[in-house]
């Protein structure tokens, strides 16, 4: 099945500001990671009464090999409706952007039918994900349910949508950033809000760049919205290789911003840094520290790196108790 997108109108198009062919996760890769990260969703049924229309209920859910699993009672209608007719799709959606239409979301349709007495790994998968349900998932009523999933529609928001072959469903794996992946956005768009129109500046055509904030990252990169004097424009950048970790995507987000590239804005390389901008990235929390500030604690190991063009640096460190690092325009300073 095909990737899909909405039209877009033809006239007055822009040129990206990006390479389009940078690598990018699949639709599958990116309905795995989403589901991944949600843990309820809208189960619906064939409603017995009133007969034949969709039933929506409200439902906690998680994956074993992108099967969706339940913990559900024979009470409720939803399980009523599967022992007649098991056919049923589950839709999980994203929340807390301003426009809900822009949050992702994915439906699957499959039969969904009773896991066997012994409930192989069914139990375990879902315990794991909602360890509060181990004191009724004993009762004489309830059950684990399994939805076989044959069919999958995926959107990612505004012109990101497709059905995904069961083939590819089954073949794609959550990307690894996938839990830490909201943690870092907050934390750069919060903390490194300079680098991101660096970042711009530094490896897209975008030269008229005012701001910009990470919108998304992954295995293979990050998305990123920018600001231009015509309204935002998407930028999207790729790193070296694939990272797998938080601590090997710190490391490919400084080694971007310590790379100096032939498309920095002319005379931009010659502002002077200020040292009201300089910072000292953590191997933690990449977080700021002021000239003024306590000195470092004992054998505290940091990544030091200065987001001003005009000097790229980068030292890992040793802090010895008494010292303090500084990020300048020329060299790094250690002061005792």
């Not at 877009?8 to 795995?32: G, I, S, W």
């Amino acid at each position: 099945m095909s990737e899909e997108a909405h039209a877009r109108p033809t006239r007055n198009t822009r040129e990206p500001l990006y390479d389009v062919n940078v690598p990018t996760p699949t639709h599958a890769e990116r309905a795995r990671t989403l589901v991944a990260q949600i843990s309820t969703g809208t189960l619906c049924t064939l409603a017995l009464e009133p007969e034949g229309y969709p039933y929506g209920s409200f439902v906690t859910v998680a994956f074993e090999n992108g099967d969706p699993i339940f913990l559900i009672s024979g009470l409720a209608e939803h399980t009523k409706n599967l022992e007649r007719d098991p056919r049923a799709s589950l839709l999980v959606a994203e929340g807390g952007s301003a426009d809900p239409l822009a949050n992702g979301r994915v439906t699957m349709l499959g039969p969904c039918t009773r896991v066997g007495e012994d409930n192989g790994t069914a139990r375990a998968t879902f315990l794991a994900a909602h360890p509060n349900s181990t004191y009724y998932a004993d009762f004489r009523d309830f059950a684990f349910w399994k939805l076989h999933v044959d069919y999958i529609r995926y959107i990612g928001g505004y012109g990101r949508m497709s059905w995904i072959s069961q083939a590819d469903w089954r073949a794609a794996e959550p990307d690894p950033l996938g839990p830490s992946a909201t943690g870092v956005i907050a934390h750069m768009n919060a903390d490194h809000a300079d680098a991101m129109v660096l970042y711009c500046k530094a490896f897209s055509p975008g030269t008229e760049i005012t701001s910009a904030s990470m919108t998304g990252v992954d295995r293979y990169g990050f998305d990123m919205s920018a600001i231009t004097s015509n309204g935002p424009r998407p930028v999207r950048l790729a790193f070296g290789k694939p990272v797998s970790t938080p601590e090997g995507l710190r490391a490919a987000l400084i080694s971007m911003v310590k790379t100096p590239r032939p498309s920095w804005p002319r005379g931009h390389c010659n502002r002077p840094a200020s040292r009201s901008r300089l910072k000292v990235l953590n191997c933690g929390s990449m977080s700021r520290h002021s000239p003024k500030s306590d000195p470092l604690s004992a054998s505290q190991k940091l990544t030091c790196l200065t987001y001003t063009p005009s000097s790229q640096l980068q030292s890992t460190c040793t802090a010895n108790g008494t010292g303090r690092i500084y990020l300048g325009t020329d060299a790094i300073r250690k002061q005792g």
